[in-house]
């Protein structure tokens, strides 16, 4: 956020508040040490008890990796993430697709645009019934998709997914790991977080 | 020592003659009559707890400790040591105000036992000695050596190693910056895995273990004390497997919670911002025993403890349990009665657990009580400082001269084109050489966003500073062959090629971090190769300059009567002024020149292709030349800074032919080389001081001028581009067989 251009405010699990920003970064990591399913307390957080409502008034949120579990386990997003499809941890450089520029963390991008970032995660195989994955389908919710071989066996391919409204965007990969690069494989994940500060100025 | 009998200190001067289990505790006869001497009594039950614990070799290097004394009395004279041996892990100052601590250290034992939660509390253990410094660890590195390949027991073993170090560091939060992986049937039933973590701090937030200031309080703080691992890696660590009637000795191994560790990490760091801390040291091995008279011992005073205070997560330990207990995630801190609530307030807010223990006392004993009686009163240096020190016999095998004679340039070697391409994809595809993607896919390389290099390439590079792109470079490096056939040689050729593979991401090499992986130092042999790879690196490291600042020693890795290959791990820490303008090991950049820096002789002994090829150890290891070091690592960080490189790899196992290899698969670009010379001694000999370097194009001259000023003897192989590796005359590979063969063997043995 911070080399997008944004001021980035530290939020505290156990503060219910969300002090007034503009948008919101769930990031990756181990909430709770996610010894239950991944998210699964997270997602009973006490700031959750001011995100979930703002999310759903519309604040631009974005659940990255770990974050994205948790946007599913509150069910902010549909679907859920679940254990590779190799079962084990996974750190690969990969190419996504953005699939939809329509949301508040994809706009800098145009459709079909393919990225690099980094995967790492091992429980990071999108998975949802039928009926939702052809729904995310047709109404353009699929956020983006692994272009190359399917790294963990999620389904169609999904690296994140948005909600309706397109306020609220998870994805698996690491935007936040390719702002430059010196310390990652591009510079091309900048675009998530020039998004959202361009959605939260116009807004 | 059931939680029912107390033992008290007056029972012990009632009851002289009783008899106590010091042996099955792991202490000689010998060392059982010091206790009494020092003491003036027989121990109490906990008393001979902490003496077991503090004595075993374990924690006081009994039989290492006289030799250890080189890397003090031969240190190089520095400047940039902040703190050294004795403490927690050693301190080093890397400019601009900051300073780094890191240190590697053994979890063998438990690893073999239990490969998840030995390899994963391994991680642990050395994150919270990083952490006792008064750093904020900042990444790891795992140095790993297994049984054979292809062993059923290395199929247990392996995978669940990487899956607990996996499952430990990336919770945590710390990037896997690099390590080593390495096969040998001498480390069937003894695998290797040592763990180094690096942390940064300020100068100013340096800390020391000392208990100091009488009046001041004891605190506990992290997990609760169960039952894990009691006389765990003290005693555990300090008996070779084997033989019968060591059941006794196999007690279960420490179980992890990395997101303790975590909110422990987070919270120091708070406690330490807020100048709350008076002195720390962390709970590993020997838990409280160890603590509680390091701190003591440390501050020079006494310490008074009530045990019943200690929180248990089992109520039926006794006090010797709880001295013994080897429970994770614990740190034991020293505060100002003044501080004490905002102490507590800062544990609370990370759901830490905190309680005052006891407090520092001028008596200069460390005195404790359980149940209203006192059960152990001692003076703290007799356990920490005073405990048995042996001069071990060491004698020189009388094997020795016969391997040595056995010298591998007898063996038969490939001889056209054909019969080296086929030797150069055997070395690639063997597990040694083959690409270690499916270990390092399983660790964080990238968290904390400042990892710069990682695996593959030759060193770990991470940013320090954002502001000023100041760097840290690591490399950790072994070779058990090498120090089978002169463990004095092989352990320089080690300290070498760590300090090789640093300068060739561009950094300085400042300074060493050791873990001495080697069997029984009862058998005179095994404490013959020890002797002379401590003589070997504290000379070593005095010739190059860079301080042995902290280290490990872990003995007896043998099962019966088989010692390993003496195996000493040296890790090497450089400081990289510009991180920007990093080495990798490779670069896709077509059109650049290839030089092979350095002279090769032919030096085939302890050589991946002698050991691949005909399965062969003898002869002698590669000559080592420190100043030769020193001038290349001078040269490529010179060029480094000079931005006359596009990519520099270190020639080690496998030589040019497999360092070729890694270029090619690394930066997916062909090449085409000419050999000037013999071929097969270019390809597979393993002359130290080596190194293959990417000349930016139109850079040719100045680089040609540096090697001439370093006076590094450069030779034009070639250059990059095309689709193969292509050495003229004799053979050629695509870039994408080479790949798949390096790929393929790992998963085919691992799934």
């Given amino acids: 956020m911070r080399r997008a251009g944004g001021t980035a405010v530290p939020l505290w699990h156990g503060d219910a508040s969300l002090h007034g920003v503009d948008a919101v970064v769930l990031p990756g990591g181990f909430s709770y040490g996610d010894y239950l399913r991944c998210g699964a307390i997270a997602r009973f957080a006490p700031v959750m008890t001011e995100l979930i409502p703002a999310a759903r008034a519309g604040l631009p949120v974005l659940g990255i990796c770990n974050g994205f579990q948790i946007l599913c386990e509150a069910h902010l997003l549909p679907g859920a993430l679940t254990r590779n499809e190799g079962r084990r941890f996974l750190n690969r450089v990969v190419q996504i697709s953005i699939e939809t520029v329509d949301t508040a963390w994809t706009s800098e991008y145009s459709a079909g645009q393919q990225i690099t970032v980094v995967l790492k995660s091992g429980e990071g195989r999108y998975v949802a019934d039928q009926r939702t994955l052809a729904g995310l389908t047709a109404s353009g919710q699929v956020l983006a998709r692994y272009a190359g071989p399917n790294p963990n066996g999620s389904a169609v391919g999904i690296a994140g997914v948005r909600n309706a409204v397109g306020n609220v965007a998870g994805l698996m990969p690491h935007p936040e790991h390719a702002i430059d690069a010196l310390t990652g494989p591009s510079a091309d994940g900048l675009g998530f977080f020039a998004s959202a500060l361009h959605a939260v100025a116009a807004g | ?751």
């Avoid at chain 2, 001498?186 to 973590?197: D, E, F, K, S």
């Avoid at chain 2, 300020?202 to 001041?216: I, M, Q, V």
């Avoid at chain 2, 356990?383 to 340039?409: I, K, M």
């Avoid at chain 2, 020193?630 to 020639?651: E, F, I, M, P």
Wanted: charged share 15%; with cysteine.
């Fill in chain 2, 1 to 751: 020592m059931s939680a029912t009998r107390q033992d008290t200190v007056a029972d012990a001067a009632a009851t002289p003659d009783r008899p106590q289990p010091y042996a099955e505790l792991g202490l000689t006869g010998e060392e059982y009559d010091r206790v009494i001497g020092l003491l003036g009594r027989r121990p109490t039950d906990a008393e001979l707890a902490i003496y077991s614990v503090m004595w075993s070799e374990h924690c006081s290097y009994k039989s290492s400790r006289r030799h250890l004394r080189q890397f003090a009395e031969k240190a190089p004279r520095t400047d940039v040591l902040l703190a050294g041996m004795g403490q927690n892990a050693g301190v080093v100052d890397i400019g601009q105000g900051f300073a780094v601590t890191f240190k590697i250290e053994s979890h063998n034992h438990p690893s073999y036992v239990e490969p998840f939660q030995g390899a994963a509390t391994g991680v642990g253990g050395i994150v919270r000695d990083i952490l006792a410094m008064g750093a904020r660890p900042v990444a790891v590195l795992d140095a790993l050596r297994f049984g054979a390949a292809d062993a059923p027991d290395t199929g247990r073993v392996l995978p669940g190693v990487v899956a607990g170090i996996s499952f430990y560091g990336n919770c945590l939060g710390l990037p896997n910056i690099g390590g080593e992986l390495a096969f040998d049937p001498c480390y069937a039933g003894n695998p290797l895995v040592n763990a180094l973590c690096v942390g940064v701090l300020r100068h100013a937030d340096l800390k020391l273990a000392a208990a100091t200031g009488p009046g001041n309080k004891v605190v506990l703080f992290g997990s609760r004390t169960g039952p894990d691992g009691i006389g765990g890696a003290s005693v555990l660590a300090s008996a070779s497997f084997g033989g019968s009637g060591e059941g006794a000795k196999r007690p279960s191994v420490q179980v992890g919670d990395p997101f303790m560790e975590k909110l422990l990490v987070e919270c120091c760091l708070e406690l330490y911002a807020a100048g709350l801390v008076v002195g720390i040291q962390d709970l590993g091995a020997a838990g409280v025993a160890c603590a509680t008279t390091e701190l003591a011992a440390g501050g020079g005073t006494g310490m008074r403890v009530s045990l019943d205070a200690v929180p248990l997560r089992d109520a039926s330990l006794g006090p010797a349990e709880i001295l013994m207990s080897e429970s994770q995630e614990r740190m034991m801190a020293v505060v100002e009665p003044g501080g004490l609530r905002r102490f507590m307030q800062i544990c609370a807010k990370w759901d830490v657990q905190a309680t005052v223990i006891g407090e520092v006392t001028g008596t200069g004993r460390l005195e404790m009580s359980w149940h209203g009686a006192r059960v152990v009163d001692i003076p703290p240096a007799s356990a920490a400082d005073d405990g048995p020190v042996y001069d071990r016999p060491a004698s020189r095998p009388p094997g020795q001269d016969r391997l040595a004679a056995d010298d591998p340039a007898a063996l038969p070697r490939p001889g056209g084109g054909a019969e080296l391409r086929a030797a150069l994809l055997q070395l690639v595809s063997s597990a040694d050489a083959a690409d270690k993607t499916w270990v390092t896919e399983q660790y964080d390389s990238y968290v904390r966003g400042d990892t710069v290099l990682a695996s593959p390439h030759d060193a770990g590079l991470l940013r320090i500073d954002e502001a000023t792109n100041l760097g840290v470079a690591l490399a950790t490096d072994g070779n058990g062959r090498f120090c089978q056939l002169d463990p004095y040689a092989g352990t320089q050729l080690a300290l070498a090629e760590a300090y090789r593979n640093v300068a060739a991401t561009g950094a300085r090499p400042l300074a060493v971090t050791n873990c001495l992986n080697f069997g029984s130092p009862e058998d005179p042999a095994v404490m013959w190769q020890f002797t002379e790879a401590v003589r070997g690196l504290a000379d070593g490291c005095l010739a190059l300059g860079t301080p042995v600042t902290g280290g490990n020693v872990s003995f007896y890795n043998q099962t019966g009567g088989s010692p390993i290959y003496p195996t000493p791990v040296v890790g090497v820490l450089g400081v990289h002024a510009d991180v920007r303008s990093r080495l990798p090991s490779a670069s896709g950049v077509a059109g650049a020149s290839l030089l092979l820096l350095g002279t090769t002789r032919l030096e085939l002994g302890g050589s991946l292709w002698a050991h691949i090829a005909h399965g062969h150890l003898g002869g002698r290891p590669p000559a080592v030349d420190l100043a030769a070091e020193q001038a290349l690592a001078g040269l490529l960080a010179a060029a480094a800074a000079g931005r006359l490189l596009l990519a520099a790899h270190d020639l080690s196992d496998g030589g040019l032919a497999v360092a070729l290899a890694e270029y090619c698969a690394v930066g997916q670009v062909g090449c085409r080389v000419e050999l000037p010379g013999d071929p097969f001694t270019l390809l597979f000999s393993e002359s130290a001081a080596r190194a293959l370097v990417a000349v930016r194009p139109a850079s040719e001259g100045a680089f040609a001028a540096a090697c001439a000023a370093a006076g590094v003897p450069a030779t034009v192989l070639g250059s990059t581009g095309g689709t193969a590796l292509r050495v003229s005359g004799l053979f050629e590979i695509e870039v994408a067989e080479l790949t798949a063969a390096r790929l393929a063997t790992l998963p085919a043995l691992f799934g």
